[in-house]
């Protein structure tokens, strides 16, 4: 299993192509033959990339939520119908769909951030307009049971 760590800057040419970084490229061309899915993020103004192999698992999750669940079926809707598969070309390019792009409100500047099992894609506006929020609230100490058992 891929496992993506760390923060980096790109820059995102006029057709929406971007580089992986050259240090994740090699894996993901040896886990899921360079196939990559970007798919929106439902609480987030972001994308979120998976290798093709992690995208599988997600999707097989996706498809045995029951559709008669309206909001099985709307995350289904979401999730699913805005997935895109890209493949890395030879220079570890992607080029991203301009509806999956105007969603995030990509443009030159992106923020590619590893999530372990995938990555999230951000404009560089978007993220530095959110950090703050995100770190004031993780400092203010309200904990979620599943975190009250984390130890760093």
């Known amino acids: 299993m891929l496992f993506f760590r760390g923060i980096n800057s790109i820059n995102m040419d006029t057709k929406g192509r971007l580089a ?4 994740y490229r090699e894996s993901i061309e040896e886990a899921s033959e360079s196939q990559l899915v970007a798919t929106i993020d439902l609480n987030s103004p972001c994308l979120l990339i998976y290798t093709m192999d992690e995208w599988e698992v997600i999707e097989r999750k996706l498809m045995s939520l029951p559709n008669m669940d309206p909001q099985a079926r709307l995350v289904q809707r979401l999730l699913l119908g805005h997935a895109t598969e890209m493949e890395m070309d030879s220079q570890g390019r992607i080029l991203l769909p301009s509806m999956l792009r105007d969603h995030a409100k990509l443009d030159k500047n992106v923020i590619l951030l590893g999530q372990g099992n ?35």
């Open 20 to 23: 992986i970084p050259k240090k």
């Open 118 to 152: 995938k990555f999230e894609l951000w404009s560089q506006e978007a993220w530095d307009a959110s950090r703050p929020d995100m770190l004031d609230t993780a400092s203010a100490g309200d904990v979620s049971d599943a975190l009250s058992t984390l130890s760093l």
